[in-house]
DNA sequence: TGGAAGATCGGCT
DNA sequence: GCCGATCTTCCAA
């Protein structure tokens, strides 16, 4: 959920990769601590917001302990029809499905109205909130996306996204 | 100080 | 299926 002046904006996440760190090559963590990955490296329940590919935004949620650099990147969400569901399209610069206002971690960041400023935000007293709802019936795991680089780590089936759900990225 | 690559997306062929 | 947009970040020299 999303609090703004421009209103509140809430939804389900239904697609989310993990990535554990620094071990994990695909991990931004996995080359030390820089300040664009400090936050992290901070403790879990924050943000982790940052800029890739000259025009898009990232939204990760840090975990694990605090001592470990690990993170989950919100790869896609369902946003709730009625409000929510207005709100978010009109950030969109271009009128857009429903299915896919929020499909792919760019575009999720964009309907969220999330940016650089929330890097570091805290999930508990921010605008930017997590809670716990129903577990979806079947979740699917998959390789990431974009981390070919990573050689073995890349292999690994830590996309997991919500089989058959229409709200999921397509690449 | 310079250059290459990037956890992407949308449009065009 | 492929390519360009666009700029931050990081490493090497």
Request: glycine content about 10%; aromatic content about 8%; charged content about 20%.
């Amino acid at each position: 959920m999303r609090e703004s002046a421009a209103g509140t904006v809430a939804g389900r996440i239904v697609e989310a990769e993990a990535y554990a760190g620094p071990e994990d090559l695909a991990a931004h963590s996995s080359r030390g601590r820089t300040p664009r990955n400090a936050v992290m490296f901070g403790p879990p329940g924050h943000l982790y917001v940052y800029f890739i590919y000259g025009m898009h935004y990232c939204i990760n949620v840090v975990c694990g302990p605090g001592v470990k650099p690990e993170a989950v990147l919100i790869r896609a969400v369902a946003i709730d029809e009625g409000e929510s569901l207005a709100r978010a399209r009109r950030r969109m610069p271009t009128d857009v499905s429903a299915k896919r206002l929020a499909a792919g971690p760019g575009n999720v960041a964009a309907a969220f109205g999330i940016d650089r400023s929330l890097n570091g935000t805290d999930l508990t007293s921010g605008p930017v909130h997590l809670s716990e709802g129903a577990a979806p019936d079947r979740i699917v795991a998959r390789p990431r996306v974009g981390v070919a680089y990573a050689a073995e780590w890349a292999a690994l089936p830590w996309r997991f996204l919500v089989a058959d759900d229409p709200h999921v990225s397509r690449r």
